[in-house]
């Protein structure tokens, strides 16, 4: 009996080893079967990217259009010759209202309004008062980017210190003290926000006026000047 148990168990050894030894050597085979190369049709990130903008990418400003124009500006106004010893430099407060006929022209109406005192000089008993202006004109701008521009603006008004009566009189200033022509021309550069409504501005120039001069023979021109930073929104 143990020899018969013997022989069969030699027979099933004998048979399971080859077919151990084929499920070895199949596995590495099977393995290899299931793997799929993808590396001839792979694409890389820059080819299979589809031809279209990027995403990323802003959307164009829309162009700029003529239109109302709002422009305010504070700075200071300055006064030159016999007046400059007078009074002292100005606080200076600008709102100006403009249409734009064309890109590069625009004809607007403006206020002014300063703050000075008497007293320039040191000995002068000092009086505070205002001088307000108004007028009109033209500006003409010229860009020199699609962000940045000069402008000339020439203009022409009226100025007068609000004072009670004859308290420039008594210095040589009585014109002053009424409405006064008023010629002035400013130089500028602007530079426009990536909104279309929005600029910033810096500009300055001189103004002519005779009620500035001093009412005596040998008396000064009356001339003064003023530059400032501005806001310009267009609607």
Known sequence: MRSIVSALAFALVSLGAP????????????????????????????????????????????????????????????????????????????????????????????????????GGDGRTRTRAFPILGFGGGLRITVHATERVALFLQPGIGAIVADVPERALAIYGYEALESLGLSLNGRLGVEWYALSRHFALGLSGGPRFAPSLARATANATAGLAWDAGAGLRYTF
């Open 19 to 118: 077919v151990l030894a084929h499920a070895a050597d199949a596995a590495p085979a099977s393995k290899e079967l299931g793997a799929v190369d993808l590396s001839g049709t792979a694409l890389s990130r820059a080819e299979a990217k589809p031809d279209t903008p990027d995403a990323d990418e802003a959307p164009p400003l829309p162009p700029r259009k003529k239109g109302v124009v709002l422009d305010s500006r504070i700075g200071v106004m300055g006064f030159t010759g016999d007046l400059a010893q007078l009074v002292t430099t100005a606080p200076w407060a600008n709102l100006q209202v403009g249409y734009e006929i064309f890109s590069w022209l625009m004809i607007y109406g403006q206020g002014e309004l300063a703050f000075s005192t008497t």
